[in-house]
């Protein structure tokens, strides 16, 4: 990829990006030293894939999970943008039931996410609702995370099943790796319904794939209570509130795996976490572009009204 910007690799800098000043500082700092791998590599690989990554944050409010140590250091959330902070960094307001009111930074610009970077945030994640109404997300995900004694190859299985039964719904699924250890299935959906009317669907979905596909998956939520060796349809996910790491996002996990879009033929094929990388992925997007860009289209968005009267008739059924 053309670098948009170049990122000095050791030091203090200030850069103007696009009329903005932004500071950043310690480039140097080891965030994989294994690999030689620094902060101000991070950040040039953040402004190399903005243009592909920045459509799918823009708007959302973004929970920052800071490593201000590196990938191998301890870490911590933050969801209130700090203070100072750059005059055009700009925010979203959400109200949370608990009364607090919390001012999230957005990441809509070069600046303002090599400003989030500079933090020290390896991954991000963002909001599933854009700012203008953080209730109705435009997504319903799967989240498929192998528990103990389950590997990659029942996570690939799992995830090919996912895509055949929303397939058979007429729902378009787009995977892509998480950079950790599973998949994260993709859904876009009409904006309208609720995050809890989401999640109630998600739910119903993972509820009934487990109960067909019992050795292999679970919708078990309780650690505990979940059996050995499965992979967990993780639908809480869909939660208000809650976020998984994002598209193009970096991962700190050894070799410095990235959240990729990938193909279903290369889940069939059996493609691995570790084949996409930081320093590897940047020729991968210059040749196949945004694999997901389904995801930022209005057309071909799928209607989860007509989806959600069968479940809510089905759970009304089973309670009665």
């Not at 303002?112 to 970077?117: A, D, N, R």
Request: glycine share 6%.
């Amino acid at each position: 990829m053309v670098a948009s910007v170049d990122i000095p690799r050791a030091g203090n800098a200030k850069l103007k990006v696009q009329g903005k000043e932004v500071s950043l500082t310690n480039l140097n700092k080891p965030f994989w030293p294994e690999l030689g791998i620094t902060k101000g590599d991070l950040i040039q690989y953040y402004a190399d894939v903005a243009p592909l990554l920045l459509p799918h944050i823009k708007d959302r409010a973004m929970v920052m999970k800071r490593y201000p140590h590196g990938a191998h250091g301890e870490f911590f959330f933050m969801k209130r943008a700090p203070s100072p902070r750059p005059p055009w960094i700009r925010t979203c307001r959400v109200d949370h039931d608990s009364g607090n009111v919390i001012d999230f930074p957005l990441t809509d610009d070069l600046p303002s996410l090599l400003w989030v970077i500079n933090l020290g945030c390896i991954d991000l994640n963002q909001w599933y609702a854009r700012c203008d109404d953080v209730d109705r997300p435009d997504y319903v995900h799967f989240d498929l995370d192998p528990g103990p004694g389950a590997g990659w190859k029942q996570v690939l299985a799992c995830g090919l099943i996912v895509r055949d039964a929303l397939k058979t719904l007429e729902m378009p699924p787009l995977v892509k790796t998480t950079g950790s250890r599973g998949l994260h299935v993709y859904v876009p959906i009409v904006r309208g319904p609720s995050q809890k009317d989401v999640w109630t669907l998600a739910k119903a979905l993972a509820v009934e794939l487990a109960a067909q596909n019992p050795k292999l998956m679970t919708s078990e939520y309780k650690v505990a209570k979940r059996p050995h060796g499965r992979v967990l349809v993780d639908y809480n996910q869909n939660a208000w509130g809650r976020t998984l790491a994002s598209i193009y996002s970096v991962r700190p996990s050894p070799m410095a795996p990235v959240s990729t879009p990938v193909t279903w033929k290369e889940i069939e094929q059996g493609c691995e976490i570790e084949d996409f990388r930081l320093d590897n992925v940047r020729a991968r997007f210059d040749k196949a572009g945004d694999l997901w860009k389904p995801l930022l289209q209005s057309r071909g968005r799928i209607k989860l009204e007509r989806y959600l009267d069968v479940v809510k008739a089905h759970t009304r059924q089973r309670s009665a």
